[in-house]
C-alpha cells in the first residue's frame, strides 16, 4: 500500500525550531521526489519545497529559503523537514506528498500541488508568541 504519514509536529516558540518527519511506504523516497506543503487556516495550500529524486537536490519557496532544509534518509524511507527561526506565519498543516511520475524531477513545476497523487494526513505546526 502507498502511504506517506507525517509526524513531528506540534507547539514551538517563534523563533524556535522544527523537525517534521515523513514515512513512505509502498514506494521508496529515492525513486520519487517527494514535496512538502502546509495549509494555514483560511488560505490555500502552498508549496514550502521538495526533495528531488534523482540526485536529492533541494528547491525551497522564497519566505522560507534559508530557515528550512528538506533531506531524506534512503535506508529508513523518510523525508525530513526541519525548520529553525519559525514564524508566526509558518503556523499551517503541513503535509507530505508524493511527485506523479518516478525518477522526474519536477524542475519548476515541483510547487503545483495538482503533480502530486499521494498525500499523508497533515502534522500541525503551531507558533507561540
Known amino acids: 500500500q502507498v502511504q506517506l504519514v507525517e509526524s513531528g509536529g506540534g507547539l514551538v516558540q517563534a523563533g524556535g525550531s522544527l523537525s517534521v518527519s515523513c514515512a513512505a511506504s509502498g514506494f521508496t523516497v529515492d525513486t520519487y521526489t517527494v514535496g512538502w506543503f502546509r495549509q494555514a487556516p483560511g488560505k490555500e495550500r502552498e508549496g514550502v519545497g521538495y526533495i528531488s529524486s534523482n540526485d536529492g537536490s533541494t528547491y525551497y519557496t522564497d519566505s522560507v529559503k534559508g530557515r528550512f532544509t528538506i533531506s531524506r534518509d534512503n535506508a529508513e524511507n523518510m523525508v525530513y523537514l526541519q525548520m529553525n527561526n519559525l514564524k508566526h506565519e509558518d503556523a499551517a498543516v503541513y503535509y507530505c506528498?508524493?511527485?506523479?511520475?518516478?525518477?522526474?524531477?519536477?524542475?519548476?513545476?515541483?510547487?503545483?500541488?495538482?503533480?502530486?497523487?499521494?498525500w499523508g494526513q497533515g502534522t500541525q505546526v503551531i507558533i507561540s508568541s
Open positions: 506528498a508524493r511527485f506523479l511520475w518516478p525518477r522526474r524531477t519536477p524542475e519548476g513545476w515541483g510547487f503545483d500541488d495538482n503533480l502530486y497523487d499521494v
